[in-house]
Nanobody, 124 residues
Framework: QVELVESGGGLVQAGGLLRLSCVAP????????MGWFRQAPGKEREFVAA????????YYADFVKARFSISRDTFKNTLYLQMNSLKPEDTAVYYC????WGPGSAKVSSYEHWGQGTQVSVSS
């Protein structure tokens, strides 16, 4: 079973920032599209951002609007999500996901491996 481990969530005030991290096994990280999704209470899981396999193209959801930035460290097999100017509506569980040889899809169903998630809570 592939293990993706997220960290970095927490409680912040509106306007604050957080950086999420996701560590993946090397053989998965090097061959997969790696993405971030989020799920708020009572809502469907939604796409946030992703790298295509190989770390080429990057994709963001429209609502990110330059507030979030995805990055990766291939030496550490770690995916990051820098979140700035956080809003209460960003409150959700954030998940890391991997799609072997994937293009960086925004579809939940495209990703084979998921982490357990990390809670992000933004107070007004």
């Amino acid at each position: 079973q592939v293990e993706l481990v997220e960290s970095g969530g927490g409680l912040v005030q509106a306007g604050g920032l957080l950086r999420l991290s996701c560590v993946a096994p090397e053989d998965i990280f090097s061959k997969s599209a790696m993405g971030w999704f989020r799920q708020a209470p009572g809502k469907e899981r939604e796409f946030v951002a992703a790298f295509a396999a190989g770390g080429g193209n990057i994709y963001y959801a429209d609502f990110v609007k330059a507030r979030f930035s995805i990055s990766r460290d291939t030496f550490k097999n770690t995916l990051y999500l820098q979140m700035n100017s956080l809003k209460p509506e960003d409150t959700a569980v954030y998940y890391c996901a991997a799609d072997l040889w994937g293009p960086g899809s925004a579809k939940v169903s495209s990703y084979e491996h998921w982490g357990q998630g990390t809670q992000v809570s933004v107070s007004s």
